[in-house]
């Protein structure tokens, strides 16, 4: 069965670059969630996505934003990129928003050098 | 403010006996429990998850409890098995809202 797929799977990007993370969600799941997970830490949401429309908000830096297509895959813009944003970033997808599991990608490791 | 909390950071159980997995919440609003397996480096895997309006949950190997007037939710894994080595997250959602609540995870080593 069909996935969620980030990618890249690694990227290594120098202080105040920008970087650009894409998610492709399972078939016919309509919802995107984006996840942070420093080392050691546990997941810390982001924001996630119902039908194109940003459906909810957690900690993310205003020197990041994001977005769902038509096609309902999501990508995380992320600028002024510093040291602290090195971490894996998980996307996750979903039918609907009640009462459902969540799939998660392989994740997008980012090294800010 | 951690609303989802697994205060055992690790455990470990022979291959063959019960592991048993807690979490607790805080937020009385959460009506949705997940359990996710994750490997270093690796997504995490969907395990197993229940309702609120259930207080158990049974797939194979994997049962989960819930007891909402303690606000705590239970993983069973039996019999345990080496393949189950990785680290447990509990995860819970609102009705209000859209997204997925972590706790800090519990790092499960079954010894064969």
């Known amino acids: 069965a069909a996935g969620v797929i980030q990618s890249p799977r690694h990227l290594i990007k120098e202080k105040r670059e920008t970087a650009t993370l894409k998610c492709y969600p399972i078939?016919?799941?309509?919802?995107v969630y984006w996840y942070q997970q420093g080392p050691g830490q546990d997941p810390q949401f982001l924001i996630s996505f119902y039908e194109k429309m940003q459906s909810d908000k957690g900690s993310i830096p205003d020197r990041f934003s994001a977005q769902q297509f038509s096609d309902y895959h999501s990508e995380l813009n992320m600028s002024s990129l510093e040291l602290g944003d090195s971490a894996l970033y998980f996307c996750a997808s979903s039918l609907g928003t009640r009462n459902t599991e969540a799939f998660f990608g392989q994740g997008t490791r980012l090294t800010v050098v | 403010d951690q609303q989802v909390k697994q205060n055992s950071p690790s455990l470990s159980v022979q291959e063959g006996r019960i592991s048993i997995l807690n979490c607790d919440y805080t937020?009385?609003?959460?009506?949705?429990f997940l359990w996710y397996k994750k490997y270093p480096a690796e997504g995490p895997t969907f395990l197993i998850s229940?309702?609120?309006?259930?207080d158990k949950n049974e797939d194979g190997r994997f049962t989960v409890f819930l007891n909402k007037s303690a606000k705590h939710l239970s993983l069973h894994i039996v019999p345990s098995q080496p393949g189950d080595s990785a680290v447990y997250f509990c995860?819970?959602?609102?009705?209000?809202?859209?997204?997925?609540?972590f706790g800090t995870g519990t790092s499960l080593t079954v010894i064969p």
């Open positions: 078939p016919r799941h309509d919802t």
């Open positions: 229940i309702s609120s309006i259930k």
């Open positions: 995860a819970a959602r609102s009705h209000t809202g859209n997204q997925f609540y």
């Open positions: 937020n009385s609003m959460f009506d949705y």
